[in-house]
């Protein structure tokens, strides 16, 4: 995605790019990360802030392109206060081992986190325009990726919690996210495309399809 942005539309101001470790890669004028998948640890949160910090640093007024993929949740990571990366990572871990599905896994992400659920929007110092490939059924922006870029109202995370008799983080889930600039937000491919590609290409090389 980034290396496609780049070639589209240059590179004037920089950028910055998180991607799983030992996926990196190497493009010209991008600052490359590398973070944890599906659990998040320190190269997550390092990952979260450095993207804070990159917005904070932007000139005032100018527009953001924010590209969005699957596994974003784990490998951006910054918890609120009074939570640590540990405690974050361990409720992660035990929703998972419970058979969480993605949209109870990320509920908890987003309420316990400053950067999900919008909370990256609040250190935009310009609108930010999301181009986002979806990798979950349905294409909710809230549970792509927690929804970084997408203003949430709130996430209750107790009935999730409660189903699987998780006791509840002793710190305040996150309140409403809100961002003085204007966002736009664009699904550009979701798993009925992909699959829609796949087929596609299959019955071009004359396998069938069931």
């Not at 973070?35 to 190269?43: E, F, G, K, N, R």
């Not at 527009?63 to 490998?75: C, D, I, R």
């Not at 599905?101 to 919008?118: M, P, T």
């Amino acid at each position: 995605m980034m290396q496609v942005a780049v070639a589209y539309l240059g590179c004037n101001h920089g950028g910055i790019m998180v991607a799983r470790k030992g996926e990196e890669k190497y493009i010209d004028g991008i600052q490359s990360l590398g973070a944890s998948h599906p659990i998040p640890d320190q190269s997550s949160m390092e990952a979260a802030k450095a993207i804070c910090s990159y917005l904070q640093h932007l000139p005032q007024g100018l527009p953001v392109v924010f590209l969005l993929s699957g596994g974003a949740s784990s490998m951006a990571c910054l918890p609120v206060d009074g939570m640590s990366l540990l405690e974050k990572a361990a409720l992660s871990r035990q929703l998972m081992h419970q058979g969480a599905n993605i949209h109870e896994l990320n509920v908890v992400r987003r309420a316990y986190s400053q950067f999900k659920g919008g909370g990256m929007l609040g250190h935009a110092q310009g609108p930010v325009h999301s181009f986002v490939l979806s990798d979950v059924p349905g294409d909710d922006p809230a549970i792509i990726g927690s929804g970084p870029s997408w203003p949430g109202d709130g996430d209750n995370p107790l009935p999730v919690l409660q189903k699987f008799s998780i006791p509840a983080p002793k710190v305040q889930a996150k309140k409403t996210t809100k961002s003085t600039w204007e966002h736009q937000y664009k699904i550009v491919a979701t798993p009925i495309n992909m699959l829609a590609a796949v087929e596609k290409s299959l019955r071009a090389n004359d396998w069938s399809i069931c």
